[in-house]
């Protein structure tokens, strides 16, 4: 029979690591992978537009993830990723950073 509390524990790391799954789908779903406000035809922010200029001028090919419609996401990547703002580069599953650092 399990001690008070790790039931508890138990369920609590298995829903956390749920969710980090979720945005390690999200992360890997490209080689280069972006989070960015709008879309790549459409940012709807100057420093995602400014972000898909400086991929696109280069030359890479990238995915991206539209972040403005699902709140529960744009809210969990920036404490899983713990980089407070958007948007994200993300390169072979590793965190290069936002805007500043591209």
């Known amino acids: 029979m399990a001690k008070d509390g790790d039931l508890s524990e138990q369920l609590g790391a298995e829903k956390k690591s749920k969710k980090e799954n979720k945005y390690e789908q999200l992360i890997n779903r490209a ?10 035809q459409l940012p709807q922010c100057g420093f995602s537009r400014e972000l898909v200029d400086i ?3 280069d030359g890479f090919k990238y995915d991206y993830f539209e972040i403005l419609p699902d709140d529960s996401v744009r809210q ?27």
Do not use: D
């Not at 713990?82 to 650092?101: A, H, R, S």
């Open 55 to 57: 991929l696109c001028a």
């Open 76 to 102: 969990g990547l920036k404490k899983y990723s713990n980089w407070p703002t958007f948007p994200l580069l993300y390169v072979n599953g590793e965190l290069i950073g936002g805007l500043n650092i591209v």
């Open 31 to 40: 080689r280069v992978m972006t989070f960015i406000k709008g879309t790549p």
